[in-house]
């Protein structure tokens, strides 16, 4: 009933909340990503998406068919992987930055491995920027991070705004320097608030400062000081600043997957696995800037 490449292209206008972004990730024309949103929506006979000359938005019905397109999707790419008779093998030196531990990354990393058994998958959580150092060198194949808004550096999986948040209870004394629980350099989330904070002429200390995601948000469930973190992912216990604290606007931040350079003679087996995990992470990419803001009680971005 539902055309697989329709899905696809659903599924990457959800992700983007853009016609024109869709389009190139999928490597088509505009008007083919809109033909296959309006023919999906004839075959179901529901608005998808809600959309105007400004934004693009999913409706109820829309939310609903994410579920259903990825269990389809899921469905078609083990059937077509059975009867193909592919395997992959080979290592694959994945990346992931601290931002998703606690999202729905892990399920998509046990299903990826539950349909390629011999592929040898060895995950490495560090800071983007660290991650993005380590790609470049040469020292993994696929790494999912964050990068600035605006850069252009790998296949955007989700776009999201960054937050200020802290403790419930937690007050910000105007006439005293903002405390702020930070990563270590190269953090994209340091960097940015510091930035803004300068831009603006507002004092600033360091609170806390630790590689650890668990120990930032520790730091922050004590009340030692603020952090700058992406509104979608806001952990449990913590909460977005209140505007009147007047900390300036932090911007957005693009969730993206980055491949490693393929140089003659590279590993085949790694890069038909990180091709593989790359796109088993995009079909689900939705579900972990939307499920983990569900999951502990924010609304997303």
């Known amino acids: 009933m539902y055309d697989p490449a329709q899905l696809r292209t659903f599924l990457a206008v959800a992700q983007t909340l853009s016609f024109t972004q869709a389009a190139r990730r999928l490597g088509v024309r505009q008007s083919t990503v809109s033909q296959h949103v309006r023919r999906l929506e004839e075959a179901a006979g529901r608005q998808l998406f809600a959309r105007d000359t400004h934004r693009v938005d999913l409706t109820v019905d829309g939310e609903a068919m994410l579920g259903f397109a990825r269990t389809i999707l899921d469905a078609h790419e083990r059937a077509a992987a059975f009867f193909t008779g592919t395997r992959l093998r080979g290592r694959l030196r994945f990346g992931a930055s601290e931002d998703f531990v606690l999202t729905r990354l892990p399920e ?144 957005g931040v693009d969730f993206v997957l980055s491949h490693g350079h ?24 939705d579900r972990l800037v939307r499920e983990a803001g569900a999951a502990t009680g924010q609304d997303g971005a």
């Not at 058994?117 to 999912?144: M, N």
């Not at 002429?201 to 650890?212: D, F, K, L, M, V």
């Not at 003679?265 to 992470?281: C, F, K, Q, T, W």
């Open 108 to 251: 998509i990393l046990e299903s990826f491995r539950h349909d390629h058994p011999e592929v040898e998958l060895e995950l490495t959580v560090e800071l983007s920027g660290t991650l993005h150092q380590r790609l470049a060198a040469g020292r993994l194949d696929l790494v999912l991070a964050k990068r600035r808004t605006g850069d252009t550096h790998g296949e955007l999986v989700r776009r999201d705004t960054l937050a200020w948040i802290g403790a419930p209870r937690l007050r910000i004394d105007p006439d005293r320097p903002v405390p702020l629980v930070l990563f270590p350099p190269p953090g994209i989330t340091r960097a940015r608030a510091l930035e803004v904070l300068e831009e603006h002429g507002r004092p600033w200390r360091i609170a806390c400062t630790s590689t650890s995601l668990s120990g930032l948000v520790a730091a922050a469930r004590a009340g030692l000081g603020v952090m700058a973190h992406s509104r979608g992912l806001i952990p449990p216990g913590l909460v977005p600043v209140p505007t009147r604290a007047g900390l300036p606007e932090l911007g």
């Open 262 to 285: 393929r140089r003659e003679g590279s590993r085949e087996g790694a890069r038909e696995a990180a091709d593989a995990l790359a796109a088993a992470i995009l079909a689900g990419g």
